[in-house]
């Protein structure tokens, strides 16, 4: 099977959708530049940037990957919460018993990540 070849507009627009996209959660969901650095695997720095347009995130990075899940964890918290921002922002920073931490700092590592999506999926499943 032959792979669909992207142009380099193509790549360059998915990249500033994702980024947009992530900074857009992180600003709903309260999360600070140092925070969603580490969750994405940036420094605050390049988070900065990317805030000013001058960063997009790059689809041959892990950045990108962790990017797009970090958005997916959005999405699933939203949905749970019907679109409310102060639902959503306290259930991220509030301890949560099944996950054995406040999502927040767990989201910080790739398993806990990994980990909070899969307990939001199971969660979303149910509504």
Known sequence: MKLAKHSNK??????????????????????????????????AATISRMKKEGYSLKTDKKEYELGAEFVRLYRGIDSING???????????SNNTVLNGAPIDLIQKIRGLVHTIEYVDTFRAKI
Request: charged fraction near 20%; avoid cysteine.
């Open 83 to 93: 679109g409310d921002d102060t639902a959503n922002q306290s259930w991220i920073k």
């Open 10 to 43: 193509d790549i360059a627009s998915r990249e500033l959708v994702l980024t947009k996209a992530v900074l857009s959660a992180s600003d709903k969901l309260g999360i600070n530049s140092t925070t969603l650095g580490k969750i994405i695997g940036l420094s």
